[in-house]
């Protein structure tokens, strides 16, 4: 049965879908044979802990806040959950060295950016069978340090991160609820950059910027905005080597940079790439900026190289010419000229 099937069916009457299933529960439809341990685990963490919400869904993942007891006061915070059997075939399972950390675990790292979402401990299975938190510090201490021969080698079954009050994702914001003003765009994406920036000084590329991955909330004329999801992050700075690496091909349709389509060897620049296209769509209010008819279409569209060469076309009408200049700077065909983050951001006529 799949999980939505499961989630429908465990439903009742008027109330909210999500709100009654418990984090036993929950466990135990995303990964039964860790349910046993890691339940144990939260509660001594955690004493109290109790789900209070379905915050999102992707592709490999549940996210949901929670309520715990911390000294007597309620605080709250989010887990990530991965599924089960998707963890396997996805390869999550890294040994957690300088060199090979990567993925989800790179959210785990001191970015001391409000642009970027804090994640502060994974729930992870180590090689002997054993679960365990381990902390931000613990990985940022191995990421920092090239000596360290940590040979033991993590499962991750989630991560546990911070609860940004009324946050929703950029997608939903923009392309639902379509409430997004260009203006607002524009600011939100400044943020955006501004995170991916602080990413890049470590030689981390995020890989996977789109609407769905950037969290957005209001308060009066205050926007919090931090970049999430780092399930396809990855190093491309290496210590012995150069700026770009031969890479896999990854991330969303419409979202990739030619140089990742093309050659496969990219560098940090594909998340400006990327942040173009988001600004584009949350712009247009549409993830489907090409007008394509059908998702297919769209697929094969944002596939074809001539696509990506002349995206400022496909958009000449209607935009402000702040946020064309943006875009058409940020989408550069040729990487070799297309600004990285930090270089955009010193533009300050882009911005006012
Ligand atoms: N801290 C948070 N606060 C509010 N909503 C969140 C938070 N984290 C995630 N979400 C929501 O959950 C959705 C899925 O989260 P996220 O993008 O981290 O997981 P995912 O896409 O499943 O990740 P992966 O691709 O690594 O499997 C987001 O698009 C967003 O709507
Ligand atoms: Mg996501």
Redesign the pocket.
């Known amino acids: 049965m799949s999980v939505g099937a499961v989630i429908a069916a465990s439903s009742t009457g008027t109330h909210a879908t999500h709100e009654s299933e418990g984090l036993d529960s929950i466990l135990e439809r995303l990964n039964p044979k860790a349910k046993e341990k890691v339940l144990p685990l939260l509660k001594e963490a955690y004493p109290e802990i109790k789900i209070e919400e379905l915050?999102?869904?992707?592709?490999?993942?549940?996210?949901y806040?929670f309520t715990y007891l911390e000294e007597g006061v309620e605080k709250r915070l989010?887990i990530?959950l991965?599924a089960g059997e998707?963890v396997k075939r996805?390869m999550r399972c890294y040994n957690l060295t300088r060199e090979e950390v990567r993925?989800?675990w790179l959210a785990l790292l001191n970015y001391e950016s409000k642009h970027v979402?804090k994640t502060y401990q994974a729930i992870a299975r180590d090689s002997e069978g054993k679960y365990v938190l381990v902390s931000d510090a613990e990985v940022q201490e191995i990421f920092e340090n090239p000596e360290t021969d940590a040979t033991v080698r993590y499962t991750l079954i989630g991560t546990i991160?911070?609860?940004?009050e009324g946050?929703?994702?950029l997608?939903?914001q923009a392309f639902s609820k379509k409430n997004v003003t260009e203006e607002e765009a524009r600011k939100i994406i400044k943020k955006v950059l501004k995170g991916l920036a602080v990413m890049h000084k470590k030689g981390i590329a995020h890989r996977?910027i789109k609407a769905?991955?950037i969290?957005l909330s209001r308060e009066g004329e205050k926007l919090t905005v931090?970049v999430?999801?780092?399930?396809?992050s990855r190093q491309i700075v290496l210590p012995k080597e150069g700026h770009r690496r031969n890479l896999s091909n990854c991330g969303s349709h419409g979202m990739k940079a030619p140089e990742m389509l093309e050659t496969g060897v990219y560098g940090l620049k594909v998340d400006s790439f990327s942040t173009a296209v988001t600004l584009l769509q949350t712009a247009k209010r549409t993830w489907n900026y090409l007008r394509a008819e059908t998702k297919d279409e769209f697929k094969e569209s944002a596939r074809n190289p001539d696509t990506k060469k002349y995206l400022t076309s496909f958009f000449s009408g209607g935009l402000q010419p702040k946020t064309f200049a943006i875009i058409s700077l940020l989408s550069t065909y040729d990487d070799y000229d297309r600004p990285l983050p930090e270089e955009i951001l010193i533009d300050a006529s882009l911005w006012k």
């Open positions: 915050l999102g869904k992707g592709g490999f993942s549940e996210v806040s989010v990530k991965s998707k996805n993925g989800e979402l991160g911070e609860y940004i946050a929703t994702d997608a939903k996977d769905s991955n969290l931090k999430a999801d780092f399930g396809l």
